[in-house]
């Protein structure tokens, strides 16, 4: 069944929001009615030799049954290069239709240009460019509200019908990110089934600070290796459409065995569309601290071939 214009729309924005969460300053909004981008995509981040911005407009379509419109700038991009780069995305496209692909496309352009700099030509001059760091940390963090419930989320015994003795994941906390009195911060587990799911959000909830969250927004991403399929789910928490997009970011990194909880404790501004850019990015920071990221090769590779997922049965309807 085609999926309609809203569909399309919600589609779009996780993907608009992951990427940036993603790549920071590489990313740029040229017009954001329009959903006009462009991807400043170079070989190395640090010491860049080669440099290419990839400038893209979403469709109506996209990604249901159209792909983005493109152009590649680079004063050095010509002739036949040029060309075998385009055939190269457009068999992307083809190989994932209806399948979000801007990542992919972004990392096979940077594959190109890894391996042009392993090649003995010089690359054409580029000025280096310093990343601004716009993370905030704070030792204490805001409480909010107090909810009635604080195990709002805990629907479940964890010890029902439990045949093997799960241990307990280890859980890290990442670095706060503060804007306007509202505080967010991730928490990350290795899980290897639903069960520690379930044990680490109990674990989780006996801190009163966590408990007293305005939003525990999660998901999971489990890799059956017998099935080679995904096992995932996600969990708004009252923040809607949050966990889709929690997990959206956690499908383009390609991560796996893993799961994300995002604390928000709401300081009474309404932050609109930013507070989605603070909860991905502090799940990104955490997932590449504790090195849950693969490669750009890895990921391309895992992406382009591996789409059979299966979802949780339990789901949110926030």
């Not at 990604?63 to 010509?78: C, D, E, V």
Request: hydrophobic letters at 35%; charged letters at 30%.
């Amino acid at each position: 069944m085609a999926e309609g214009d809203a569909g399309s729309d919600q589609r779009q924005n996780e993907e608009i929001e992951a990427m940036a969460a993603i790549y920071g300053e590489e990313w740029c909004v040229i017009d954001d009615c329009a959903k006009i981008f462009c991807i400043r995509i170079s070989d190395d981040i640090d010491d860049p030799k080669w440099t290419l911005c990839l400038q893209v407009m979403l469709p109506n379509e996209y990604p249901g049954t159209a792909p983005p419109i493109y152009q590649l700038n680079a004063p050095w991009l010509k002739g036949q290069e040029r060309a075998d780069l385009s055939n190269s995305l457009e068999e992307i496209y083809i190989q994932n239709i209806g399948e979000s692909i801007l990542y992919l496309w972004v990392e096979k352009i940077r594959d190109v240009l890894i391996q042009k700099s392993q090649m003995t030509e010089p690359g054409p001059d580029v000025k280096k460019k310093t990343e601004e760091e716009d993370v905030e940390c704070e030792d204490d963090l805001i409480l909010a509200c107090q909810p009635e419930n604080p195990v709002k989320a805990l629907d479940f015994d964890i010890s029902e019908s439990q045949t093997e003795i799960e241990e307990l994941p280890p859980i890290d906390h990442g670095i706060p990110i503060t804007d306007r009195r509202s505080t967010f911060q991730a928490h990350l587990a290795p899980v290897v089934c639903p069960k520690q799911v379930k044990m680490v959000l109990a674990k989780l909830y006996e801190n009163k600070k966590i408990a007293s969250a305005t939003h525990n927004i999660y998901a999971y991403r489990i890799y059956c290796e017998d099935k080679q399929t995904f096992l995932q789910d996600c969990e708004d928490d009252g923040e809607t459409a949050a966990g889709g997009r929690l997990l959206h970011l956690m499908e383009i990194l390609n991560v796996r065995n893993v799961m994300v909880v995002v604390s928000r404790w709401y300081g009474g501004i309404l932050l609109g569309p930013d507070r989605f850019k603070h909860i991905n990015n502090c799940a990104r920071n955490i997932l590449v601290e504790k090195n849950y990221t693969n490669s750009p090769e890895e990921s391309s590779k895992a992406l382009g071939k591996n789409k059979k997922v299966r979802k949780d049965k339990k789901r949110s309807e926030h």
